[in-house]
């Protein structure tokens, strides 16, 4: 049998059996409590009458185990200045381990939040100190959330250490470049041009804004300075109108924005693009043009080149022409964005002018930006060119004239026509030298714009042929000479002594009417005692009648339609002339009977006839008369009776001669 029997707080920790002599714990070791126990253990025999007794000592040594971690009160949290310097301490972290010996050594280290390796710790005190050779900057980094490790070789916790940077007045203002905006004009005083904001790394820095000189340009071109066109508010950088803007004088402001902070200042630049708007009508360099263009100029020929000038810009500055509603119509074209006037069609000068009267126009160029039109006149001369040559009118002439023709005697008129207009129109004429009788023979003379033919010397008679030249006096340009001739054919006869006489001092002829056209009626016959050409006769027909003559054999025809029953009879006349020159005629009376023709058909005076007559009327009674004409004449006019019906045994008959209808058998009204 086995008993503890000693010592002290030995029995409250362990327990042995005392059958099997195993010693056990009976509650826990505590290491940091007792580190070493020292036990008395007693072996027991008894019989009946006698106990043994033996006693060993039992000594347990207790090794220390980690059981603990080791504990932060709380986290931490610390406020420095940014500029503190290398290595100075900020704070430290303590955490406590209940356990002994190396167990209850702790290890410090920062596990996470060193943001830059900026701080360290030592790791035997939890001292925290910036870390050699770092400068702090709270416009880099505002706070470290540092994570501190806290370990005794096995366990460990953590600490959240906040350090927060208090800020310096040690970073200027940031702008983050130039600035660029676009406002259209003209904008009016208070607008809103922009706002140029600078940053401040700083937190505790005020920013204040100013402007500094305003340069202005206009395209490239430096037009100086201005002071009196923007203002800002020195708060909130808010950049607004002075004055007005117009982009034609300025398009172009850079303006220097300073931001200061009491400590540092720093300048930017906005520059404002003054946007165009169609505020400008296109402006013609010359309003008034006199210009003069030859007629029958080709196309394409410049007329005038219109100049406008728009000082919008853009778009807005482009000008596009167009020509007036008072141009001819499609003599002229514009160039749309040149403004340039050309001939599209040839003209000549009489399209601009009646009567060669001064040829002109005054019409109008139009000029557009889109928005606003500009006008300019346009006064356009036509100038006659002599380009056509003098034309005479009926050429070629046929003229016949006596060889007892006095001198100065005017043997013919005619006319000569020129289109040109002005100088141009002044006619000289004449026989060319090279006709050397005619030129002796005859000469020219004007007589109110009517041209003669004259006798210049005595005639002699035959036939002559020759032309008149008619030319321009002045012909404009000068290398536009132009001539037109004129065809004369001038036959002088031998003297007309005698007149045609006819055969006979009337004729009488007859004609069936209905003949056929050109039906042969009779001939007539003149003679003239003359020789040659002058005593040959033709023949012609006076009056208005439906006959003609042949006129050199005198025979006379039908020449239009006969009716007898319309005319029965024709008187008219036949004149018979002579080729002599005065020529002389003679005429005589024809007389024309139309002779009749079976050519009508007899006409009822009536178209209907009614009569009644009694049943018991006896045979050969007259009832009445049948009337009808006929227009023919003799036996072509004779009529006959007769009844034409499809009934048998009608009892009525008619007179083939008479046309008196008469009853021819009994009546019965039953």
Partial sequence: KYNLVCCGTAFSVFELDQTTGILSLQSLLDFETDTFYELVVEGR???????????????IEVKNVNEFTPVFSGDVEVSVNENIGEEKIITDVTATDDDSGSYGSITYSIIDGNEGDAFEIISTTGVIRVAPSVILDREEVEEYNLIVKATDGQKFSTIG?????????????????????????????????????????????????????????????????????????????????KSSLDHEIANLYVIPVSATDGDFTVTTYLNVTVLDINDNSPTFLQNDHSISINENSRPGTVLVEASAVDYDSGQNGIVRYSLGD?????????????GTVRVEESFSFLDFSSNCDAGSFTSSIIATDGVSTEVATVTVTIDDINNHAPVFIGSPYSIITSETAELDQIISTFTIEDLDC??????????????IYPKVLFKLNLLNDEYQL????????????????????????????????????????PENVHTPKFNSTTYTFSVFENSDIKTFIGVVYASDEDLGDTGLVHYTVLNNVPFEVHETSGVITV????????????????????????????SVNVSVSIADINDNLPIFVKQSYEGSVLENASVGLNLFTIEANDTDLGNSASIQYSLETNENNLPFQIDSVLGIISTSGELDFE
Avoid: C
Wanted: glycine share 8%; no cysteine.
């Fill in 422 to 435: 002005g100088l141009n129109q002044y006619i000289i004429t004449k026989i060319p030298d090279y006709y």
């Fill in 559 to 586: 020449a239009g339609s006969l009716d007898r029953e319309t005319i029965s009879h024709y008187v008219f006349t036949v004149v018979a002339t002579d080729h002599g020159y005065p020529t002389k005629n003679s």
């Fill in 45 to 59: 025999e008894e019989d009946s009458n006698t106990i043994y007794s033996d006693y060993v000592k039992v000594e």
């Fill in 454 to 493: 004259m006798v210049a010397s005595p005639l002699v008679q035959g036939i002559y042929h020759f032309r008149i030249q008619a030319y321009n006096a002045l012909p404009f340009p000068l290398n536009y000479f132009q001539a037109g001739y004129g065809n004369f054919t001038v036959t002088v006869m």
């Fill in 161 to 241: 250490v906040k350090i927060s940077l208090q800020d310096e007045n040690d970073s200027p203002p940031i702008y983050s470049g130039n600035f660029t905006v676009g406002i259209y004009e003209p904008g009016k005083p208070g607008d809103r041009v922009g706002s140029v904001l600078a940053t401040d790394p700083d937190s505790s820095s005020e920013l204040f804004y100013s402007l500094g000189i305003v340069e202005t340009y206009l395209g490239s071109i430096s037009a100086g300075p201005v002071s009196s066109v923007f203002e800002i508010d020195s708060s909130t950088a808010e950049i607004t109108l």
């Fill in 326 to 338: 008072d141009w001819p119509e499609g003599k002229f074209i514009i160039d749309e964005m040149s």
